[in-house]
């Protein structure tokens, strides 16, 4: 997370660029929060499409000929690693579009854009994730 800190950092800041004027009305450790909460609000937007979404991500699986009776049958890449399992070595997954539109952080040039209150802009759009299904994966040995 240092390394990240130090990155932004020198990207945001120090980075020689004709395009970036600093704003000093924004500091670094607000950027940073501002990108977690970014990247966390990708999980709830996940969270959100699978309940919005269910039917049809079953439908598609089962077209495949994986079996889905709940929502543990299937995750994003990263969610198998999370869960202490990775996808074997040749699998597709399966790209959905989610039907309903989701708040997504505006940036300008990776600062977040900010109206005349210091409130961040959101736009709502649609996301697309690519799942894999239980079957894809295996257990991560140590």
């Not at 450790?29 to 999980?43: L, S, V």
Request: charged share 30%; aromatic share 16%; with cysteine.
């Amino acid at each position: 997370m240092r390394l990240f800190a130090v990155w932004v950092r020198w990207f945001v800041i120090e980075r020689p660029s004709y395009q970036y004027k600093p704003r000093p009305d924004i500091n670094i450790r607000n950027d940073i929060n501002r990108i977690k909460r970014g990247i966390m609000g990708t999980a709830v937007n996940y969270e959100k499409f699978i309940n919005d979404d269910f039917s049809i991500i079953q439908d598609e699986f089962n077209k495949e000929g994986y079996a889905v009776k709940d929502a543990t049958d299937f995750a994003t890449y990263k969610g198998w690693l999370d869960k202490g399992r990775k996808v074997k070595r040749g699998n597709k997954g399966l790209r959905f579009e989610t039907s309903k539109t989701y708040p997504k952080p505006f940036y300008e040039g990776y600062v977040p854009k900010l109206d005349a209150k210091g409130r961040q802009y959101y736009r709502h759009c649609k996301k697309s994730f690519v799942l894999f299904h239980k079957e894809q994966t295996e257990c991560i040995s140590n």
